[in-house]
């Protein structure tokens, strides 16, 4: 296992997403553990709540306000922000900085602009922050990892998540034929064009069972939703994990 640098003095807070708090929770607490185990002491702000993104991609920008507000506010105190979620993380990089401007408050703006750099991808905090790779996880079965299109198109994670899946030991590895494919969540997508999403899905967990795996594993729970509803709909006997989970998973935890 490689260690982690040291750390002392860094400020770590988890941005659980309400998506996770609220319906996948083992998730976030699974960030804990790993981090932990890394040496990094992670603080858990109760005061968070929603990143505004259900606001923003639904077009009530003026709505997404106050919960960039009690984001910055949550989170200025810290030196790195941490979340299992691209989807979200992106919407902090990405959306905030709009959203605050629009409110005309030009102090919230510079504040926004001062954290959105700090906040990170799991992946992104493992492979930059801590120079990490080898988390010491153990899970010996067949893997294969979808990258979601916020993780890959918005946050450009690149092959950090696959280079941290690699180096589990026990792991078995395979390719995602079509990998890149959009797997036709999208958020209010799937209720508003169901049947061009339903369709992106199946193509996608057809792939999914071409690869043979036992596992699919992405680091956002909202496309593994999607797309480990359609695999159980077929019957396919694979599961759906968050990465977190995997990394966080060693010899002395069920796998």
């Given amino acids: 296992m490689s260690s982690a640098p040291p750390v002392s003095g860094l400020k770590v807070a988890l941005f659980a997403t309400c998506f996770n708090d609220l319906m996948w929770p083992e998730t976030p607490k699974a960030v804990v ?20 993104q259900l606001f923003t991609n639904t077009g009530y920008l003026d709505e997404a306000g106050p919960a960039v507000r009690t984001f910055v506010q949550t989170f200025d105190p810290y030196d790195a922000i941490v979340a299992p979620s691209g989807s979200c993380v992106g919407s ?12 005309g408050d030009a102090r919230l703006a510079e504040r926004v602009e001062e954290i959105a750099p700090r906040t990170y991808e799991l992946s ?3 492979v930059d922050v801590l120079g990490v790779t080898d988390v010491g996880a153990y899970f010996p079965h067949r ?42 969540f999208g958020g209010t997508f799937a209720i508003k064009n169901a049947d061009t999403s339903i369709a992106m899905g199946s193509d996608k967990s ?14 956002d729970n909202s496309c593994l939703a999607h797309i480990g509803g359609l695999l159980s709909r077929e019957r396919s006997g694979v599961r759906v994990m968050h990465l977190a989970e995997i990394l966080a998973s060693t010899e002395e935890e069920p796998a």
Wanted: glycine letters at 8%; aromatic letters at 4%; hydrophobic letters at 35%.
């Fill in 206 to 219: 057809r792939h999914v069972r071409e690869a043979g795996a036992e596992v699919l594993v992405a680091g």
């Fill in 92 to 103: 902090v990089r990405h959306q905030h900085g709009d959203i605050a401007r629009r409110t």
């Fill in 33 to 52: 553990r790993l981090l932990r185990r890394l040496g990094v002491e992670v603080d858990f702000p109760v005061e968070q709540t929603c990143c505004g």
């Fill in 143 to 184: 893997v294969t990892y979808h990258p979601t299109c916020h993780s890959l198109r918005m946050l450009r994670v690149g092959d950090k998540p696959l280079q941290l899946l690699r180096a589990v030991q026990g792991i078995d590895l395979v390719d995602l034929p079509s990998a890149d494919q959009c797997c036709g």
């Fill in 124 to 126: 992104e905090f493992l």
